[in-house]
């Protein structure tokens, strides 16, 4: 008996990692063991995962499986979408000037600012007043 064939590879984004793997399917999708729709209930966060197999034309060739911990849910998905582009350039060498073109390889380094000691936050002040 010949084992299916399995490409993984790890996405980041913000404070999100996302462990994804793909093997040859019908296009069945799985993020920390629940169906996509259930887990990210908005459109626009499903679209943007689905991102990297609509312009290399796998999104019914594969299936796909994610395990992905840390951040909130829009961070996560950038996770598991820049994991999806690095497993399809594993699996198949001629994807990656495709998807290095859309910047689906590129790893998004902005990171929430640290707060400053004697303000508020990152940025804000505390109020001044003069008397």
């Known amino acids: 008996m010949v084992d299916k064939v ?9 404070r999100a990692v996302a462990r994804v793997s793909l093997e040859p399917g019908d296009g069945k999708f799985m993020v920390n063991k629940r169906l996509l729709a259930v887990y990210f ?3 626009v966060l499903r679209m943007l995962i689905q991102q990297p ?7 019914d060739k594969l299936n796909i499986s994610a395990n992905v911990r840390g ?12 994991g999806i ?3 399809l350039v594993k699996q198949d060498e001629s994807f990656k ?7 689906f390889l590129t790893r ?11 303000q508020k936050g990152a940025r804000a002040r505390f109020q001044w007043t003069k008397r």
Not at 53 to 59: D, I, Q
Not at 109 to 117: D, G, N, V
């Open 71 to 82: 951040g909130g849910l829009s961070g996560q998905a950038g996770a598991i979408c820049h």
């Open 41 to 43: 209930n908005r459109e």
């Open 97 to 103: 000037q495709i998807l290095k073109k859309s910047h």
């Open 6 to 14: 399995r490409y993984s590879a790890t996405g980041r984004r913000k």
């Open 85 to 87: 582009a690095r497993a």
């Open 108 to 118: 998004d380094s902005r990171m929430k600012e640290r707060k400053k000691y004697g």
């Open 53 to 59: 197999l609509v312009v290399t034309n796998c999104l």
